[in-house]
Nanobody, 114 residues
């Protein structure tokens, strides 16, 4: 099964977006969930993760601007992105952490204009 991210779009620098990802219960309830991103010409990397106990970790580049959360009742994971910068432009994906190849979906494009 592929995990599908949604909620991307085009936004001006300083703006906000909220990404969403639904996961099957058998995946969601036992796993740390993560948001990843891949910018053109760069490798895909972890942006943030949240454990089943809701402990969070963020990449240094997004600390203080992005917030990851999970709704255990809905099997949803979210990424609230504030104060967006042009360097945040990328395709964003959700997956478990560590990521499993079979879970990669198509991602959602986030484009931040200056």
């Amino acid at each position: 099964v592929q995990l599908q991210a949604s909620g991307g779009g085009l936004v001006q620098a300083g703006g906000s977006l909220r990404l969403s990802c639904a996961a099957p219960p058998n995946i969601f309830v036992i796993n740390t969930m993560g948001w990843y991103r891949q910018a053109p010409g760069k490798e895909r990397g972890l942006v943030a993760h949240i454990t089943t106990g809701r402990s969070t970790k963020y990449a240094d580049s997004v600390k203080g601007r992005f917030t990851i959360s999970r709704d255990n009742a809905k099997n949803m994971v979210y990424l609230q992105m504030n104060s967006l910068k042009p360097e945040d432009t990328a395709v964003y994906y959700c997956n478990t952490d560590p990521a499993l190849a079979r879970y990669w979906g198509q991602g959602t494009q986030v484009t931040v204009s200056s």
